[in-house]
């Protein structure tokens, strides 16, 4: 049922003195964009008038088809408690279609979509917890961002050790005050370190909350004179910033991974859709984890996933499933990272899920120990396999896994691999600090 009509929000506009109004959509990569309105124009923007030129948007269309249209999601309507209280600024999240009415391939809130409603075919509601982490750096004298930070706060670590505590509090107010439920936020493992985690919900609202989330930070962190930065490595010798996407599935209300009569009280249903994601996460990696820095998170030695392997008892596997249960049961996917398109993230994750519950594709036997600690022998004969290495090999899996091609379509698929592929090639050209230390005064 719909939170708004076109009245409500023509209502809501005037009564709040709302003045602009971003209409809000995100590229192939993830990558936040908005054409501004004022309040004027706004029946117009509802009527699904409102057009823009897709050939400027990277991965969009050619300059000879670029009229493209934004049809606002009334229910995403959201007043922004950073701006003016004369003069508001409110959003709408908007879909992309062509000038003919049909909806644009390379629209990955589309994607998502899909893959929603293929999972109501068979009676399921997708429900997904995030867990974003980011770091708070100092900007320079020209409001550009650094990797300099003062603090040496860990894990937990409250103030006055944690520089960015207050930081942080503002934030989690903000994103109160735009209708999010906070259920804790902390200081994380590496200096200047953060995680903030909102409750679970339906995942198209998700997806939308995790791109609302990343604008609110990085807004209240330029308040505080910060930069917070959602790259997944941005300093060596530290941890990196995760993503981890907690997910189940609902039937009649009833969450279907729980059932108490069976092994770890879990149902066939959760244990095929962790079956479905080990199937497929070599081809889902360069969705995940899309940059050449993504891999540097993807080490030993700090926590995150590296061998495809699923627990119920630690968290050094690929999959994890947290202790709760009941409602509360659920399947932690751990590799991903906050770079990631959420809407193309959640959308391979549950079509890998539900591809292991119609093949009924059982897993392999749960890990007890830490993975990490396994010598070669023992990952050989568990058959235990690694997530790629690096954005170059992330990229040849997902070009041989058909399922999750189709996923995001012919137009969606073909951009990316050109995008990733031309980063690949240039990153492969950087003649790095490191080799230059290594390599200059031996050769």
Same mark, same amino acid.
């Given at each position: ?5 076109k ?7 005037e009564?709040?003195?709302?003045? &602009? ?12 964009k ?6 004027s ?8 008038? !409102?057009m &823009?030129?897709?050939s ?6 050619? /300059?000879?088809? *670029?009229?493209?249209?934004l ?6 309507f959201?007043? &922004?408690?950073?701006r ?10 908007c ?9 644009f391939?390379g ?5 998502? %979509? ?10 399921y ?12 750096f100092?900007q320079?004298?020209?409001?550009q ?23 942080r ?7 109160? #005050? ?31 909350? /995790?791109?609302t989330?990343?604008?609110a930070?990085?807004?209240i ?8 930065? &959602? ?8 941890s990196g +910033? ?7 599935? *609902?039937?009649?209300? %009833?969450n279907?991974f729980?059932?108490? +009569? ?14 479905g994601?080990? %199937? ?11 940059? !050449?820095? +993504? ?6 030695g700090?926590?995150a ?15 994890? /499933? ?14 991903? #990272?906050? *770079?990631?398109?959420p809407?193309l993230?959640?959308?391979?994750? @549950?079509?890998?899920?539900l ?9 392999? %036997? ?15 004969r568990?058959?235990?396999?690694? /997530?790629?290495?690096? @954005? ?8 041989k896994?058909e399922l999750i ?5 012919e ?6 691999v ?13 003649v ?12």
């Amino acid at each position: 049922m719909s939170k708004y009509s076109k009245q409500d929000i023509i209502r809501i506009v005037e009564e709040e003195d709302v003045e &602009f109004i971003r209409l809000q959509f995100t590229d192939i990569f993830g990558a936040l964009k908005n054409v501004a309105i004022t309040s004027s124009q706004l029946e117009k923007a509802l009527d699904n008038r !409102v057009m &823009f030129d897709g050939s400027s948007i990277e991965g969009f269309v050619r /300059i000879e088809e *670029s009229d493209m249209y934004l049809y606002p999601d009334l229910d995403t309507f959201t007043i &922004f408690p950073w701006r003016p209280q004369q003069g508001k600024v409110a959003r709408i999240i908007c879909d992309v279609y062509n000038a003919d009415g049909t909806p644009f391939a390379g629209a990955s809130r589309m994607v998502l %979509k899909k893959q929603i409603d293929e999972a109501a075919k068979m009676g399921y509601s997708f429900n997904v917890g995030p867990e974003c982490e980011f770091f708070l750096f100092h900007q320079d004298d020209n409001g550009q961002p650094t990797t300099i930070t003062h603090e040496k706060a860990g894990y937990f670590d409250l103030g006055p050790v944690d520089l960015g505590e207050n930081a942080r509090r503002d934030m989690v107010l903000t994103l109160e #005050d735009m209708g999010f439920e906070i259920e804790a936020s902390h200081h994380e493992v590496a200096p200047a370190q953060h995680e903030i985690d909102f409750k679970y919900d339906e995942a198209l609202t998700t997806a939308d909350n /995790i791109m609302t989330f990343k604008l609110a930070v990085r807004t209240i962190a330029k308040r505080h004179g910060l930069f917070a930065s &959602f790259m997944p490595k941005p300093k060596q010798g530290v941890s990196g +910033s995760g993503m981890h996407i907690n997910m189940s599935l *609902s039937k009649d209300g %009833k969450n279907i991974f729980d059932d108490p +009569s069976g092994e770890l009280g879990l149902s066939k249903e959760a244990y095929y859709f962790i079956g479905g994601i080990m %199937k497929h996460i070599k081809g889902m990696t360069a969705i995940t984890n899309p940059l !050449v820095n +993504s891999y540097k998170r993807l080490v030993p030695g700090y926590e995150a996933p590296i061998y495809i392997a699923w627990s119920a008892t630690n968290r050094s596997p690929l999959i994890r /499933i947290p202790s709760t249960r009941g409602e509360g049961t659920r399947v932690e996917l751990r590799s991903p #990272d906050p *770079s990631a398109n959420p809407y193309l993230a959640l959308a391979v994750c @549950l079509a890998a899920g539900l591809d292991g519950i119609r093949n009924q594709t059982m897993p392999p %036997k749960g890990v007890q120990g830490n993975v990490f600690e396994l010598t070669p022998e023992d990952k050989e004969r568990l058959a235990i396999d690694s /997530i790629p290495a690096d @954005l170059h090999e992330a990229v040849e899996e997902f070009k041989k896994d058909e399922l999750i091609q189709s996923v995001l379509g012919e137009h969606i698929s073909r951009k990316f691999v050109e995008a990733k592929e031309a980063e690949w090639t240039q990153y492969r050209a950087q003649v790095t600090p490191w080799e230059i230390e290594e390599y200059l005064y031996k050769i």
